[in-house]
């Protein structure tokens, strides 16, 4: 009678201890740091982090009165995709979706597709014990799109970027640099694209940021004679913008709503004068891991 107690009583214990393992385990699981992809400027803030996600994205965009059009809106529908092949090496695809234009003067109401660009991105430095990445990449933009939503044009656009991260407990830096180099000068313009995030975790279901994006056109086209270029989703092949830079600024938040669907709302707003094509945005967008 006695040893089948003892049997009884090592056996809840070691239940017990089963259970306690886990519960801590599960507990570290959660207390892992939570990293968020950036909402503002999604075609060119690339996250660093190497992840399987499909990310659509809904866009309300004023022109600004200063602009040709003297106003007017946009709204983009769009998803992107990204599949991590190995853990350090992700497809991207990043461009695509629909454009309804409508301008207040100037140019008729127009609806059309977006170009579609993709390419690779490949974490060279992935120190998750410093909480540390630095990921570089490319992609390519096939002109797919319509002319009427001022896509389409020139002969397709390389982009080339770096991207990094680094988190300080509940605080996260993000930034990003790269280049757009078209494969034909005069009907594209180069430009330079600079983006920086600041995020902190509150909770999982609420974590604001405020993001920095800017644009410096390299060159003049031969495209329409305006003096701004077209931000993210147009290059008009501008002929008088060659070294401007535009700025805008957003703020947001995320909320992690399971541990693999993030919600994520943006308002972004054209900070240089005149804001040409950016007046101000509103962006919203689910992420689906896998």
């Given at each position: 009678?006695?040893?089948?107690?003892?049997?009884?009583?090592?056996?809840?214990?070691a239940?017990?201890?089963?259970?306690?393992?886990?519960?801590?385990?599960?507990a570290?699981?959660?207390?892992?740091?939570?990293?968020?992809?950036?909402v503002?400027?999604?075609?060119?803030?690339?996250?660093?982090?190497i992840?399987?996600?499909?990310r659509?994205?809904?866009?309300?965009?004023?022109?600004?009165?200063?602009?040709?059009?003297?106003?007017?809106?946009?709204?983009v529908f769009?998803?992107?995709v990204?599949?991590?092949?190995?853990?350090?090496?992700?497809?991207?695809?990043?461009?695509?979706g629909?454009i309804?234009?409508?301008?207040?003067r100037?140019?008729?109401h127009n609806?059309?597709?977006?170009?579609?660009?993709?390419?690779?991105k490949?974490?060279?430095?992935d120190?998750?014990?410093?909480?540390?990445?630095?990921?570089?990449g490319?992609?390519?933009e096939?002109?797919?799109?319509?002319?009427?939503?001022?896509?389409?044009?020139?002969r397709?656009?390389?982009d080339?970027?770096?991207?990094?991260?680094?988190?300080?407990?509940?605080?996260?830096?993000?930034?990003?640099?790269?280049?757009?180099?078209?494969?034909?000068?005069?009907?594209?313009?180069?430009q330079?694209?600079?983006?920086?995030?600041?995020?902190?975790?509150?909770?999982?279901?609420?974590?604001?940021?405020?993001?920095l994006?800017?644009?410096s056109?390299?060159?003049?086209?031969?495209?329409?004679?305006?003096?701004?270029?077209?931000?993210?989703l147009?290059n008009?092949g501008?002929s008088?913008?060659?070294g401007?830079t535009?700025v805008?600024g957003?703020v947001?938040?995320r909320?992690?709503?399971?541990?693999?669907?993030?919600?994520?709302?943006?308002?972004?707003?054209?900070?240089?004068?005149?804001?040409?094509?950016?007046?101000d945005?509103?962006?919203?967008?689910?992420?689906?891991r896998?």
């Open positions: 009678m006695m040893n089948s107690t003892k049997v009884s009583l090592l056996t809840c214990a239940v017990a201890s089963v259970g306690l393992s886990s519960g801590v385990q599960a570290e699981a959660d207390a892992e740091p939570i990293h968020i992809s950036p503002t400027n999604p075609l060119f803030f690339e996250d660093p982090h992840t399987s996600e499909v659509p994205i809904f866009a309300y965009h004023n022109i600004d009165e200063s602009f040709v059009t003297q106003g007017g809106i946009a709204r769009a998803a992107q990204r599949w991590a092949i190995t853990d350090r090496l992700a497809l991207i695809a990043t461009k695509d629909y309804s234009l409508h301008p207040s100037a140019v008729a609806d059309g597709w977006a170009d579609i660009g993709a390419g690779l490949y974490a060279v430095i120190d998750k014990e410093n909480d540390f990445i630095v990921t570089p490319f992609k390519f096939l002109p797919t799109g319509n002319q009427r939503v001022f896509q389409g044009n020139g397709g656009e390389w080339l970027f770096v991207s990094a991260a680094k988190g300080y407990d509940r605080l996260n830096l993000t930034g990003s640099i790269g280049a757009r180099i078209p494969n034909d000068f005069s009907q594209e313009t180069a330079l694209h600079y983006s920086a995030q600041v995020d902190y975790v509150t909770c999982q279901y609420f974590i604001p940021f405020v993001a994006n800017a644009y056109t390299l060159n003049n086209g031969r495209g329409l004679g305006l003096t701004h270029e077209g931000y993210d147009i008009f501008a008088n913008a060659a401007t535009d805008t957003g947001g938040f909320s992690r709503l399971l541990s693999w669907v993030d919600l994520g709302v943006a308002y972004e707003r054209g900070l240089t004068h005149p804001q040409g094509l950016f007046e945005r509103y962006t919203f967008d689910m992420i689906f896998f």
